[in-house]
């Protein structure tokens, strides 16, 4: 079962995730705390659920190694050592090609879904978060190495999931990226392939989303990358923004030591 | 030592083989019937290796690689020995496959070839079973062929890493209604377990209960409702699975997806 009222938080160094409303969560985010992700599942990746991402691709889906669009949704897994929480520090493992920051909204499941309709899809959703799925960039999409999408920190969520029942819309939020201080991603929900429903059902024929796990919407087209030393802060409509910072290997390996 | 984990009398119980039994943690013997069979562990990431065998390679027309081919799966794909796993009517390409199952037991952080081994818990078989027809060009091998609800067979035990006296040289054979298919050696791997431990490990960190599926052999035919599937691997058991049709799973309609666009 995953189950809240409000916005779910789970502050760095807590036992246990709070469910705070707006103006306690607020408070709790304000003396700069750092977070773990509020979710422990599986964490699916959509691809390609962009109509700017597809077109794109353009003609190159009908050649090789594409050979057709896609039909069904394009899916990845976000492993467990990839799952970080708001303020994380991340590693750029080569700075001279960065990271890309794909910034996506978090659907949440609620409760077992299993080949559930597109109109009953949203019965079976907790909630959204933010999701920033990390990446080492890549173009082709054919069969990408695990490296890319798989590092740990690689994949940032929060700083909380936002109940369902405060957010009216999935498929017409906004999402800002900003890098070092300045704007550099802007793009909405709206232009999504399927949308929030949709994509629940089309999953779901085929494999069971559990409470708990997450299924991101799908990063849009034209990702900002970040570098070492960068902040980036993602923010959807008015949710808390997630904070992510960029750091070299030798920096990072030198502050646990 | 080998141990399964059931589900019996309404509590999952710690499970060893005794003869032709299974003996509960609790000291009570059953037959292998009586009790239901779960994964032998609860996975943690499970990657999996594509291509991995020279020969199966070669059967798929694939060549040379330049990294392993791995790919990733998620826990709803899991179930265990003795279950059913459903083949949808409109398929007509769907296939077993049998692979040894690598069971880490250590946290494993840019983890060299030489110390690799020490990270392994333990073994178990899997039987990792894609849908052809589903095959699509984006993120291969996409998740409606690989990633399907009870597409991946584990167990029925876990052996600890100790009782296998050399991992290099174990036989995987696939029997179907008990006709032998499919047959291969890990001598032949492609990439062996260590420079897979070391690989993974140099960009992520593995945990214990992550699970690397190593890739099957030669020797892949298409399964039809009704048919049992038995793989086997030298001292790690004997892995049973039964093809369901949509009709003995229990599903009346199915209902087709459509990709329509939203509204906006």
């Known amino acids: ?33 750092a977070c773990w992700a509020p979710v422990t599942g599986a964490v699916y990746g959509t691809l390609l659920n962009d109509r700017a991402a597809l077109a794109a691709l353009g003609e190159a889906v009908h050649a090789a190694p594409y050979k057709a669009p896609p039909k069904a949704p394009v899916l990845y897994l976000k492993p467990r050592n990839t799952l970080a929480g708001h303020r994380a520090r991340v590693v750029v493992p080569d700075d001279s090609v960065g990271v890309e920051v794909g910034a996506s909204i978090g659907i949440v499941i609620g409760r077992t879904a299993t080949r559930v309709s597109a109109e009953r899809a949203l019965d079976f959703v907790a909630g959204y978060t933010i999701v920033a799925d990390l990446s080492v960039p890549h173009t082709v999409v054919y069969r990408p190495s695990v490296r890319f999408r798989a590092r740990d920190g690689f994949c940032v969520i929060g700083p909380a999931v936002a109940a369902r029942r405060h957010v009216a819309n999935p498929d017409n939020l906004a999402l800002e990226v900003r890098i070092a201080g300045k ?75 | 030592m080998m141990r399964a984990r059931v589900a019996y009398a309404g509590a999952i119980h710690e499970a060893y083989p005794e003869g032709d039994f299974v003996r509960l943690a609790d000291g009570r013997v059953r037959q292998h019937g009586e009790v239901v069979w779960l994964a032998p562990i609860e996975v943690g990431t499970i990657f999996a290796l594509g291509l991995n065998y020279a020969e199966h390679a070669k059967e798929l027309q694939f060549s040379k690689q330049e990294e392993p081919l791995v790919f990733l799966k998620g826990p709803g794909t899991v179930i265990g020995h003795r279950g059913v796993t459903r083949r949808p009517a409109d398929v007509t390409f769907m296939h077993y496959e049998c692979e040894l199952a690598v069971v880490i037991g250590r946290t494993a952080n840019n983890v060299p070839r030489a110390a690799a081994m020490n990270y392994v ?144």
Request: net charge negative.
């Open chain 1, 1 to 33: 079962m995953f189950a809240l009222a409000d916005y779910l938080v789970h502050v760095e160094g807590e036992v246990l995730p709070r469910d705070l409303d707006a103006q306690a969560l607020s408070a709790a985010l304000a003396a700069g705390v």
């Open chain 1, 183 to 257: 704007p550099a991603f802007l793009a909405s929900t709206d232009s999504c392939v399927r949308n929030a429903a949709r994509l629940i059902a089309d999953v779901t024929e085929f494999m069971t989303l559990s409470a708990g796990d997450v299924l991101t919407l799908g990063v849009p087209h034209g990702s900002p990358v970040a570098h070492v030393g960068d902040e980036a802060v993602i923010s959807v409509d008015g949710w808390a923004p997630l904070h992510i910072s960029f750091a070299g290997a030798a920096e990072q390996k030198g502050e646990r030591s």
């Open chain 2, 121 to 264: 818990a333990g073994y178990m078989i899997a039987n990792d079973y894609a849908i052809r027809d589903y095959l699509e060009n984006y993120y291969r091998p996409n998740l409606r062929v690989k990633n399907r609800d009870g597409g991946t067979v584990l167990g029925p035990w876990f052996v600890d890493a100790a009782d296998i006296r050399d991992v290099t040289s174990l036989e995987l054979r696939t029997y179907v209604n008990g006709t032998l298919q499919q047959r291969g050696n890990t001598r032949d791997l492609v990439t062996d377990i260590p420079a897979l431990i070391e690989y993974l490990s140099s960009f992520m960190t593995l945990a214990p209960g992550d699970v690397i599926l190593t890739g099957t052999p030669e020797g892949i035919v298409n399964v039809n409702a009704g048919d049992e599937v038995v793989c086997e691997i030298d001292g790690l058991g004997r892995l049973h699975n039964t093809i369901a049709s949509d009709a003995d799973f229990g599903l009346t309609a199915h209902t087709e997806s459509t990709g329509e666009c939203n509204a906006n």
